[in-house]
């Protein structure tokens, strides 16, 4: 598959503060990459650059080979904060970016339909985010990024604040969204058990300053069903990811306690 994101050389300093040193990374068309690693290793930092929601002190960033400068409706973002308008409704927010676009209401309609009942809310289209649970919540969100078929999904940590029943259920129909669409995705999680069961890849960053000290496939077939937490491919790979991530979180507080 040909690589439609290139991040060359990219990195961020604040002040005299270097959170995210040079880091190099190839993503392929259908790639759903999982990234782990300590807080404040530039995890979040690295996925907002290419969002265009922050922009690197060096090196740069190419989608299908144009330079990211900026926001853009083929990146869709799904943060971990619920991000809906509280005065729209689900299908009012689903259709947000359809409108800006300027699609026939028609079509607005038809598409954010169709989103609404692939997320499980149909039914719900009239609600406002006050009467959702969290878990509806963003599953909205997650129709609404989808909605306007952007290039690239890119999820900052969308399932951290969810209980873990909630969560495990969220894992599942995002996956089954992506091994139906294929859209390719970068998922930012602190949680090592999700970050194998998503990921076709996972990538695991040092401590600050972030760098990408391993990048490894996961070697399990799709569809996947969440019995695949049981196999010892799955165990096996969530050993050693715990390990590299334990390392670099004791180099992060070992770094703190010296400050």
């Not at 970016?97 to 499980?120: S, T």
């Amino acid at each position: 598959m040909a690589n439609i994101l290139s991040i060359r050389g990219v990195e961020r300093r604040f002040d005299t503060t270097l959170a995210l040193q040079a880091t190099n990374l190839e993503v392929a068309e259908n790639d759903f990459i999982t990234i782990l690693g300590p807080s404040g290793c530039g995890k979040s930092t690295l996925l907002r650059i290419v969002a265009g929601l922050d922009q690197q002190t060096g090196g740069e960033v190419l989608l299908d080979g144009q330079r990211i400068d900026g926001p853009g409706a083929d990146r869709g973002m799904v943060f971990q904060s619920y991000t809906l308008f509280p005065w729209l409704t689900v299908l009012e927010n689903v259709c947000f970016g359809l409108v800006e676009r300027g699609l026939p209401r028609a079509q607005q309609l038809e598409i954010a339909h169709g989103f609404i009942a692939k997320v499980g809310l149909k039914g719900f289209e009239k609600h406002y985010p006050k009467q959702l649970s969290g878990g509806m919540q963003q599953r909205t969100a997650i129709a609404r990024a989808l909605a306007n078929s952007p290039r690239m999904l890119l999820m900052d940590e969308p399932f951290g604040a969810l209980d873990h029943q909630t969560r495990e259920l969220m894992q599942e129909l995002l996956l089954g969204i992506w091994e139906e669409q294929r859209k390719t995705v970068l998922f930012v999680t602190h949680d090592i058990d999700e970050a194998v069961f998503m990921g076709s890849r996972v990538i695991v960053m040092s401590a600050r300053p972030g760098r990408i000290k391993l990048d490894r496939e996961v070697p399990l077939p799709h569809p996947r069903h969440y019995s695949v937490k049981t196999t010892p491919q799955f165990t096996e790979l969530k050993a050693e990811l715990t390990e590299q991530v334990r390392v670099e979180v004791r180099a992060a507080q070992a770094a703190m306690e010296a400050a």
